[in-house]
Structures are given as structure tokens and as C-alpha cells.
């Protein structure tokens, strides 16, 4: 049967398998089961089950009827009424069916519910109707393939950073073109004051891959701790290796963020492999964040120790550590304490949310600075700290319910304070904090025992 020109079919099948990586045996497949909906939508009769053949390299096709093999405890014969609600016998149906001694006068060895085949008369004529038929069934055949080659490619690609281009913008949302598919980078996972252009090359970690009704859907996030991890493993073989491992990690994305690793090997200081040579590794990663920075600090089994680490790079005098309240009481000098707290709290509110310590910081004279909760993730006076335990997951970011769902705190700015050691750049009412400074009334004559004057300025 010349229906079809098997030059350009056969030339369609090679490029489908080329560009869209569909095999030649499913779009053969899903041919053949189209032409056998054509033929029944035809020729065929109610209930009629019709098989079809085709072989590309020759066009030869052939149609079948199949009937199944039943008995009288599978179907009940057409004079035959139902028992009543636990007869679940279908009704006979010579298109569909054939009985037992039948088939087996066919074929000796027939079994029930196994197909046996009749040969249908060829015909070429399907139509325009059907030929339509053939090619929506075909079409959603490609789909399936398609979508099924994507989901397979893809979903081994999870956790895992991929390039695409901007493509467009809706409602928030980009779509990035990956070549094979569209992916979408959502809103509440792009990084805050990032501007794209159309075109414009987007690298993203690939979050997870969902296979829906309307297609698939592959999400992207350039906010989630782990892209961070990601880019410093491109960047530093000592991770890519494992001699060096992320112990934790918590972001406020395009601000700044934290990360505290761990190095199994003692002759590797696991900072200075992130940061590296002149801070060449840092920068690099700092700079595909659009300036976000990063305070790499070292992991330590001792939380007197890693509480410490966590506050850089403000320098700590003293720590308490209240085990039954889960809470470590850190004292700074008065020059530190900007940097320990961090413009709106940002230092202090990232270290107890990477460490899961509530933290309070205090002052020389024993006066209390700010309190944070790894919770809330917010300044607050120590008295109006809930209690509460925060669980950290093995990259860094807090646990929750729903993966995609974790909490986003308001960004306050960078931490200017870190490039000037002495300058106090807090601000009570933006911090949301009680704030009590000591002003000392510098002499010539360093053994003059008069105290300082201290100035309360309370909250508004």
C-alpha cells in the first residue's frame, strides 16, 4: 500500500530521532497504532479490536481483528441477565469475544484472556476523516515520547546547575530556554534586584522536574542554598573532590551569606580553598550572584566554637552557652558590635539561623546589645525571643514541610560596617533593637580611673 512516501517518512523518522532524541521504534509504533484507529473508525464495527503492522523500509501494513478468549465465569451470553450485584461477568460480544472450545479449534493451546488474530481485508481508502484521526494520534503519540525523553534527561540532571537563555517574561516568571525544553524560573526563586534581558545567558540550579497535564514542567531557583554549593564546587576541586565539605549554608540571596565548611583532610584549610588565591574563587561566585557576599567561616563539632565562627568577622571576648534554653550569650567590644549585628541585624540574624544557637549580644559592660532567634530570623529584645528549636537540613538551609516552601526574610543591606572596623553604623529603629553605647572621655593621663558615661538610647 502506497500510502505513505517512504523517502520523506523515513527521513522525518531520523530527524525526529536526531533533534528530539525519539526513537525510530515509537513513532513506528505510534504510526501503527494510528492507522488501526483510522481502519476501526472506518470500516470496523462496535467493540471491535483491530491490531495493525507496518514496516517503513518496505510500506507494507497489514490489519488484524483480535478477539479475546473467554468463558462462561468471564462473560454471560447476550439472553443471559446478571445475576445481581456480584455477577461482574461482562456481556458477550462476537466482535470482541470468542469462547474457549472455539479458539481452541483455531489453536490447541488457547488459554483465557489470550488474543487470538483474524486477518482483515486491506484497504487504502481511509478518508479525510481518518487520516485526520491518524494524525492527532500520531502527534500525541510524539508528545508522549518527547516528554517522556525530557523527564528521563532532565530529571538525572536535579540539584545540578544548567545554562539556558532568557526567553520571555509572565506574570514574574521566567521561562529559560535549555535548547530540548523551556524551564521556568520562578519569582520567589530569582535573586531580589536582578534584571534580565531577553536573550540574555541565565545559569540556575535545576530544583526538580514535574511532569504535569498540561506537560512537563522543569523548575529552576537561583535563590536556594544548594546553587550556592554548586558554583563553589565548579570553582574549588577540593569540593568537587570531597576533601572539603559544606557543613551548612543560609542565604538572604542578592545580599549576603554564610557558609560553614569542613576539611577531612588536616592539611587543607578549607577557607582558604573556597576563598582562594587573592580571593580569585570567592570572587568569581560572589560575582555570579550579582554581588552577594559571602562569609566563608569553619565548621566545628564545639558550638562554643562555631558560634564564634559564624559571628565573623566581628572578633568575640567572651561566650556562654545555655544549653537548656539553646542559647549562647556572646560579649563584643564596643567597636565590634556593629559588626557582630550587621546593618539590620543581618551578621547576627544569619550566624544563629547557621548555627540554630538563639544569640544575644552583649556588651563590655555586661549590657544587652540585640537577641536573635534562628526561627523568626529577626532582632529582638532577649525577653521577646520565643523558645524554639530550629532544625538544619545537611545543605545548610532550614527544614520544612514543603522543599520549595522555605521562608524568605526582608533584606536589609549589606553589611557596610565590615570595611570600617570603628565606625558604628546601626541604626535602633531600623534594627528593631535596644541599643546602649559607651562614650569614653579619652585624657592624656591614662591612669585616671574615672568611668565612662553611658548613654541610653531607648527604642522607639
Same mark, same amino acid.
Given at each position: 500500500?502506497?500510502?505513505?512516501?517512504? #523517502? @520523506?517518512?523515513?527521513?522525518?523518522?531520523?530527524?525526529?530521532?536526531? &533533534?528530539? !532524541?525519539?526513537?525510530?521504534? =515509537?513513532? /513506528?509504533?505510534?504510526?501503527?497504532?494510528?492507522?488501526?484507529?483510522?481502519y476501526?473508525?472506518?470500516y470496523?464495527?462496535?467493540?471491535?479490536?483491530?491490531?495493525?503492522?507496518?514496516?517503513?523500509?518496505?510500506?507494507?501494513?497489514?490489519?488484524?481483528?483480535?478477539?479475546?478468549v473467554?468463558?462462561?465465569?468471564?462473560?454471560?451470553?447476550?439472553?443471559?441477565?446478571?445475576?445481581?450485584?456480584?455477577?461482574?461477568?461482562?456481556?458477550?460480544?462476537?466482535?470482541?469475544?470468542?469462547?474457549?472450545?472455539?479458539?481452541?479449534?483455531?489453536?490447541r493451546?488457547?488459554?483465557l484472556?489470550?488474543?487470538?488474530?483474524?486477518?482483515?481485508?486491506?484497504r487504502?481508502?481511509?478518508?479525510?476523516?481518518?487520516?485526520?484521526?491518524?494524525?492527532?494520534?500520531?502527534?500525541? #503519540? @510524539?508528545?508522549?515520547?518527547?516528554?517522556?525523553?525530557?523527564?528521563? &534527561?532532565? !530529571?538525572?540532571r536535579?540539584? =545540578?546547575? /544548567?545554562?539556558?537563555?532568557?526567553?520571555?517574561?509572565?506574570?514574574?516568571?521566567?521561562?529559560?530556554?535549555?535548547?530540548?525544553?523551556?524551564?521556568?524560573?520562578?519569582?520567589?526563586e530569582?535573586?531580589?534586584?536582578?534584571?534580565?534581558?531577553?536573550?540574555?545567558?541565565?545559569?540556575?540550579?535545576?530544583l526538580?522536574?514535574?511532569?504535569?497535564?498540561?506537560?512537563?514542567?522543569?523548575?529552576?531557583?537561583?535563590?536556594?542554598?544548594?546553587?550556592?554549593?554548586?558554583?563553589?564546587?565548579?570553582?574549588?576541586?577540593?569540593?568537587a573532590?570531597?576533601?572539603?565539605?559544606?557543613?551548612?549554608?543560609?542565604?538572604?540571596?542578592?545580599?549576603?551569606?554564610?557558609?560553614?565548611?569542613?576539611?577531612?583532610?588536616e592539611?587543607v584549610?578549607?577557607?582558604?580553598?573556597?576563598?582562594?588565591?587573592?580571593?580569585?574563587?570567592?570572587?568569581?561566585?560572589?560575582s555570579?550572584?550579582?554581588?552577594?557576599?559571602?562569609? /566563608?567561616?569553619?565548621?566545628?563539632?564545639?558550638?562554643?566554637?562555631?558560634?564564634?565562627?559564624?559571628?565573623?568577622?566581628?572578633?568575640?571576648?567572651?561566650?556562654?552557652?545555655?544549653?537548656?534554653?539553646?542559647?549562647?550569650?556572646?560579649?563584643?567590644?564596643?567597636?565590634?558590635?556593629?559588626?557582630?549585628?550587621?546593618?539590620?541585624?543581618?551578621?547576627?540574624?544569619?550566624?544563629?539561623?547557621?548555627?540554630?544557637?538563639?544569640?544575644?549580644?552583649r556588651s563590655?559592660?555586661?549590657?544587652?546589645?540585640?537577641?536573635?532567634?534562628?526561627?523568626?530570623?529577626?532582632?529582638?529584645?532577649?525577653?521577646?525571643?520565643?523558645?524554639?528549636?530550629?532544625?538544619?537540613?545537611?545543605?545548610?538551609?532550614?527544614?520544612?514541610?514543603?522543599?520549595f516552601?522555605?521562608?524568605?526574610?526582608?533584606?536589609?543591606?549589606?553589611?557596610?560596617?565590615?570595611?570600617?572596623?570603628?565606625?558604628?553604623?546601626?541604626?535602633?529603629?531600623?534594627?528593631?533593637?535596644?541599643?546602649?553605647?559607651?562614650?569614653?572621655?579619652?585624657?592624656?593621663?591614662?591612669?585616671?580611673?574615672?568611668?565612662?558615661?553611658?548613654?541610653?538610647?531607648?527604642?522607639?
Amino acid at each position: 500500500m502506497a500510502l505513505f512516501d517512504l #523517502k @520523506i517518512l523515513n527521513s522525518a523518522l531520523d530527524e525526529l530521532q536526531t &533533534e528530539r !532524541g525519539i526513537s525510530r521504534e =515509537s513513532v /513506528v509504533e505510534a504510526l501503527a497504532t494510528a492507522l488501526a484507529a483510522a481502519y476501526r473508525r472506518e470500516y470496523g464495527k462496535r467493540g471491535q479490536i483491530v491490531r495493525a503492522t507496518f514496516n517503513p523500509e518496505t510500506g507494507d501494513m497489514e490489519f488484524r481483528q483480535a478477539k479475546i478468549v473467554v468463558d462462561e465465569t468471564l462473560v454471560r451470553k447476550e439472553d443471559e441477565e446478571s445475576a445481581g450485584d456480584e455477577d461482574h461477568r461482562s456481556r458477550f460480544n462476537p466482535e470482541q469475544h470468542i469462547m474457549i472450545e472455539d479458539a481452541r479449534r483455531i489453536k490447541r493451546d488457547a488459554q483465557l484472556d489470550e488474543e487470538i488474530s483474524f486477518p482483515l481485508e486491506m484497504r487504502d481508502d481511509f478518508g479525510r476523516i481518518a487520516a485526520q484521526a491518524a494524525k492527532q494520534v500520531i502527534m500525541q #503519540k @510524539i508528545r508522549e515520547a518527547e516528554r517522556a525523553s525530557i523527564i528521563s &534527561e532532565y !530529571g538525572e540532571r536535579e540539584g =545540578s546547575i /544548567v545554562t539556558g537563555h532568557v526567553q520571555r517574561f509572565e506574570r514574574g516568571n521566567l521561562y529559560v530556554d535549555l535548547g530540548r525544553a523551556t524551564a521556568i524560573l520562578p519569582y520567589d526563586e530569582q535573586i531580589p534586584g536582578e534584571r534580565y534581558r531577553q536573550g540574555e545567558r541565565v545559569r540556575a540550579l535545576l530544583l526538580r522536574v514535574d511532569e504535569g497535564v498540561r506537560g512537563t514542567f522543569i523548575r529552576l531557583s537561583r535563590s536556594h542554598p544548594k546553587f550556592l554549593t554548586k558554583l563553589f564546587e565548579a570553582e574549588v576541586p577540593e569540593m568537587a573532590n570531597g576533601t572539603v565539605e559544606v557543613k551548612g549554608i543560609v542565604r538572604e540571596p542578592g545580599s549576603r551569606a554564610k557558609i560553614a565548611v569542613h576539611s577531612i583532610d588536616e592539611h587543607v584549610d578549607p577557607v582558604g580553598a573556597l576563598v582562594g588565591q587573592r580571593g580569585v574563587r570567592v570572587a568569581v561566585v560572589t560575582s555570579e550572584l550579582g554581588g552577594e557576599k559571602i562569609d /566563608v567561616v569553619e565548621w566545628s563539632e564545639t558550638p562554643s566554637d562555631f558560634v564564634k565562627e559564624a559571628l565573623k568577622p566581628a572578633q568575640v571576648i567572651s561566650l556562654e552557652l545555655i544549653e537548656d534554653e539553646n542559647r549562647a550569650i556572646v560579649q563584643v567590644a564596643e567597636d565590634q558590635q556593629s559588626l557582630a549585628i550587621g546593618r539590620g541585624g543581618q551578621n547576627v540574624r544569619l550566624a544563629a539561623r547557621l548555627t540554630g544557637w538563639k544569640i544575644d549580644i552583649r556588651s563590655m559592660g555586661g549590657e544587652q546589645v540585640a537577641a536573635v532567634d534562628p526561627i523568626v530570623a529577626e532582632v529582638k529584645p532577649a525577653e521577646e525571643t520565643a523558645d524554639a528549636h530550629m532544625e538544619i537540613a545537611p545543605d545548610g538551609s532550614i527544614k520544612s514541610d514543603d522543599a520549595f516552601g522555605q521562608v524568605k526574610t526582608d533584606i536589609a543591606g549589606d553589611d557596610d560596617a565590615a570595611t570600617d572596623m570603628g565606625e558604628m553604623t546601626a541604626d535602633p529603629q531600623s534594627q528593631n533593637r535596644d541599643v546602649v553605647s559607651e562614650s569614653e572621655n579619652e585624657t592624656t593621663d591614662k591612669d585616671s580611673s574615672e568611668k565612662p558615661d553611658e548613654v541610653e538610647v531607648d527604642k522607639e
